[in-house]
């Protein structure tokens, strides 16, 4: 059922197709190898017509060659079934910022255990994680959830102690310039 569901998909991805946005992907070295280049906002047009499902989200979200199932993924994954192991899982496996911010505006900013979330991935020793985890609190400020000023404190002094990755200390002084 679910590869029907995936064949469909793919099918309507194509039709939205951007070569010159593929193109500029490609060359600013996307790493995926089945790039089609549609814009969020008609891959979301897309989600919006298809049921949610924990199957179908885990299904795209193993297509890691594919740039628009990955994208798709976490706008497909209904909210209620969502458990934060299965957070984890996909904020490690993320292979581009894109996926990273996709993944937190649309599923993990939105989950009771966001906060848990964030502290789980900056307790970790992944770039990637740390790198989700600031996207994640910046999703959860620009919501008006309230941090706490000493658990953000707390989450940036110790992400800024184990990572030297620029794009994690420019999320730093991002979150540091934010008005919590």
């Known amino acids: 059922m679910e590869e029907e569901r995936i064949r469909e998909l793919k099918q309507e991805l194509f039709a939205y197709r951007n070569g010159i946005v593929a193109d500029a992907l490609r060359k600013s070295g996307?790493?995926?190898?089945?790039?089609?280049?549609?814009?969020?906002?008609?891959?979301?047009?897309?989600?919006?017509?298809?049921?949610?499902?924990?199957?179908?989200?885990?299904?795209?979200?193993?297509?890691?060659?594919?740039r628009e199932c990955r994208l798709l993924s976490p706008m497909l994954y209904p909210l209620e079934n969502a458990t934060i192991d299965d957070a984890?899982?996909?904020?490690?496996?993320?292979?581009?910022?894109?996926?990273?911010?996709?993944l937190c505006h649309k599923l993990l900013r939105s989950l009771p255990f966001?906060?848990?979330?964030?502290?789980?991935?900056?307790?970790?020793?992944?770039?990637?994680?740390?790198?989700?985890?600031?996207?994640?609190?910046?999703?959860?400020?620009?919501?008006?959830?309230?941090?706490?000023?000493?658990?953000?404190n707390e989450m940036l002094q110790g992400i800024s102690a184990k990572s030297q990755d620029r794009r994690v200390l420019t999320l730093i002084r991002q979150i540091e310039s934010e008005e919590v």
């Open 88 to 102: 984890v899982s996909m904020a490690l496996d993320v292979q581009t910022e894109e996926e990273a911010d996709v």
């Open 30 to 66: 996307d790493p995926h190898t089945m790039i089609l280049g549609c814009q969020l906002t008609d891959l979301a047009t897309i989600s919006s017509r298809h049921e949610k499902s924990v199957e179908l989200a885990h299904a795209l979200w193993a297509c890691r060659s594919n």
């Open 114 to 152: 966001s906060l848990d979330l964030a502290s789980q991935l900056a307790q970790g020793s992944d770039n990637r994680g740390y790198y989700v985890a600031l996207r994640l609190i910046l999703n959860m400020i620009s919501l008006g959830k309230n941090l706490g000023q000493d658990w953000l």
